[in-house]
């Protein structure tokens, strides 16, 4: 089974930085479309960053220029910087992995990924 695992939630200042990390198995070399998800309370869940297995990337507006999303196959790590932190990023961050082909779609897609992690907390303040 795909199994994700994230790490690196934390409080932060506004304009800080912070670099989430999301653990993952062998199974999930299954899978073509590896990306971040958020929710913060009260809202919908919206996609943030992803990256094909050729290494394409694609992000949410909110984040293009803020948020560099990577992995390192042999460490089986995918990875989300975050610098220029702003309130609201607030949210739980949820690193997910889906088998689908189009994984700009996949990132903006309302659908819940078939894969996905317990979540990690980033909380900035002003």
């Known amino acids: 089974q795909v199994q994700l695992v994230e790490s690196g939630g934390g409080s932060v200042q506004a304009g800080g930085s912070l670099r989430l990390s999301c653990a993952h198995s062998?199974?999930?070399?299954?899978?073509?479309?590896m990306g971040w998800f958020r929710q913060a309370p009260g809202k919908k869940r919206e996609g943030v960053a992803a990256?094909?297995?050729?290494?394409?990337?694609s992000y949410a507006d909110s984040a293009k220029g803020r948020f560099t999303i990577s992995k390192d196959n042999a460490k089986k790590t995918l990875y989300l910087q975050m610098s220029s932190l702003k309130p609201e990023d607030t949210a739980v961050y949820y690193c997910?992995?889906?088998?689908?082909?189009?994984?700009?779609?996949?990132?903006?897609?309302?659908?819940?990924?078939?894969?996905w992690g317990q979540g990690t907390q980033v909380t900035v303040s002003s």
């Open positions: 997910a992995a889906d088998e689908e082909d189009d994984c700009e779609w996949w990132l903006l897609a309302l659908k819940e990924p078939n894969h």
């Open positions: 062998d199974h999930t070399y299954s899978t073509n479309c």
């Open positions: 990256i094909d297995s050729a290494g394409t990337t």
